[in-house]
């Protein structure tokens, strides 16, 4: 079986990620398994993809190099994620967030996991980057979700899992042609409260479309994500957390509450007991942040327990608000690249 294209889609809204957006696209020209394609996709941002295309026009045109899109749907992070995936050539398209940068054989374990033909998606192990250097003591590894990254209590190695994290993953193409593309109308749109589970309600509805799709986590494709000073502090970790509650609220309207809170019920009932006792432990032994940690972990259950309340009252009373569109066939992909060379798409 041949090696697959893989076309890198980066979602891209303000410049004040600037350093950013170049530090991510030059980790992706970094990669031991070379991209097909970056596509870098604005959310309604003119001055911005002004910006970009003259940064990146000698590369616009060139295989395996930069294109520059306005995302053609809605403001948000879904819609700009479809106009990705309708533009690009790729076999499998991954998703980079735009204050990340990928390790250099980050696409090389994505593809080597679609050598099993039943595979539909590959995620990865994202590291937070601290802005004040390291953890704050009193922020629990348990809740790194919180901040986008990998959180304690997932399984170590290559895992089958429920759902992908959408800021570091890939998804084959015939994914999104048998469940069409992101739900616009949940998770984030730039200023909106940071609601999410997009990823989750897409790969939900990727497995009841195909009962055979088989989705990975490999630990080994990493990335290091960007944490932003504001979202080190305790406002932002109860925002965060209620958001959550929010969106699971929605997702579970959607897709059912067995198949909506599967993964949510073994996190609350084992992971989070077993971090609270490391908190009081560490606490006992005069370890910095211990009861702080402990504590944290209880305020993010409650303020979640306390934004599915809100959500499922809203869901229940207004229906669900958010849409799946379907994606276009995928284009052809340009004379030269790994896709047009090697034949047709797997799976």
Not at 57 to 74: D, F, I, M, Q
Not at 112 to 139: E, K, L, N
């Amino acid at each position: 079986m041949r090696d697959p294209g893989i076309s890198v889609v980066i979602c891209v809204y303000t410049e004040d990620r600037w350093e950013d957006i170049l530090a991510a696209v030059s980790s992706v020209r970094a990669q031991s398994y070379p991209a097909l394609e970056t596509l870098l996709v604005v959310d309604h941002n003119p001055a911005l993809k002004d910006r970009l295309e003259r940064e990146y026009k000698e590369e616009c045109a060139a295989t395996g190099g930069v294109r520059v899109l306005a995302n053609a749907g809605p403001r948000g992070l879904s819609a700009g994620r479809n106009t990705g995936i309708v533009a690009s050539h790729g076999d499998v398209i991954a998703f980079l967030d735009d204050d990340a940068v990928a390790e250099r054989d980050w696409l090389r374990h994505f593809a080597a996991g679609y050598a099993d033909p039943r595979v539909m998606a590959v995620g990865g192990r994202t590291v937070p980057v601290w802005a004040s250097g390291r953890r704050p003591d009193w922020f629990p590894e348990e809740f790194d979700w919180v901040v986008g990254c990998t959180y304690k209590g997932l399984p170590p190695g290559r895992v089958r899992v429920r759902n992908v994290l959408g800021g570091n993953a890939s998804f084959r193409r015939t994914a999104f042609d048998a469940a069409g593309g992101f739900a616009t109308g949940i998770g984030r749109d730039g200023d909106r409260r940071p609601l999410g589970c997009e990823e989750t309600e897409l790969c939900i509805r990727l497995t009841r479309a195909r009962p055979d799709a088989v989705l990975l986590i490999d630990d080994r494709a990493v990335i290091h994500h960007r944490v932003p000073a504001p979202r080190e502090h305790f406002a932002y970790f109860r925002t965060r957390t209620y958001a959550e509650g929010l969106s699971k609220a929605l997702v579970a309207r959607s897709v059912g509450a067995d198949k909506g809170l599967e993964s949510e019920r073994r996190y609350t009932t084992r992971v989070l007991p077993a971090g609270v006792a490391r908190g009081l432990r560490d606490a006992l032994l005069a370890r910095p942040g211990g009861a702080a940690r402990a504590a944290a972990i209880l305020t993010g259950v409650l303020t979640a327990a306390g934004g599915y309340a809100v959500g499922s009252v809203r869901a229940r009373r207004n229906g669900t608000t958010f849409s799946a569109a379907p994606i276009q066939a995928a284009p052809s992909a340009p004379p030269g690249t790994r896709a047009a060379s090697a034949g047709g798409t797997d799976g």
